[in-house]
């Protein structure tokens, strides 16, 4: 066997003429179009299996704008506990929305920067630090009885009180199957 037969020998055997083997990204997308797949299936097998009561009685709990003080809709209602200005305690485990608004003092000319918070027992879960313009707070959170609820400012003339508001609403409360 000469060497001229071996310069025209193809170095591996691959398929049919014109062939070509997938690259790495249709690997790529065909794999994370799988995971995809299965992630939705598992959601959908828990979402099933763990259904969600809507709450029996209205719970609603909101905060300012002015005058600034908690208005409930009912007395007292059985899913939060008002402490403090600006602060609730959750009594009963469940999914939550909280909504409000925090409207920056752009007169403040203080040194302090602008930083707003929505806390959850001391940790933030939520962070606005634009002090130019009006900006949307909250969430759909899950909280449990005994969770402590805050919006903190950094300094309290950094907001104008009057377009300030924080509000929370019980969405619903998750029923295990036994």
């Known amino acids: 066997m000469s060497l001229s037969h071996m310069e025209n020998m193809p170095l591996s055997h691959s398929g049919p003429q014109g062939a070509q083997r997938p690259s790495w990204k249709q690997w790529l997308l065909y794999s994370t179009t799988i995971v995809l797949l299965l992630l939705c299936s598992f959601s959908t097998l828990i979402y099933t299996l763990l259904p969600l009561k809507t709450a029996n009685e209205p719970c609603v709990a909101k905060f300012g704008p002015l005058p600034s003080k908690w208005q409930m809709a009912s007395p007292e209602p059985s899913c939060v506990n008002k402490t403090a200005d600006w602060r609730l305690k959750i009594l009963q485990n469940g999914l939550y929305l909280i909504y409000g608004q925090v409207a920056p003092n752009t007169a403040y000319k203080g040194h302090a920067p602008f930083e707003v918070l929505l806390r959850r027992n001391g940790d933030t ?32 003339h950094q907001v104008l009180k009057n377009n300030t508001y924080l509000g929370i609403f019980l969405l619903a409360n998750p029923q295990f199957i036994s």
């Open 125 to 156: 879960i939520q962070a606005l630090t634009n002090s130019t313009t009006v900006q949307n707070v909250g969430g759909a959170y899950e909280f449990h009885a005994g969770d402590a609820i805050d919006l903190i400012f950094n300094e309290e």
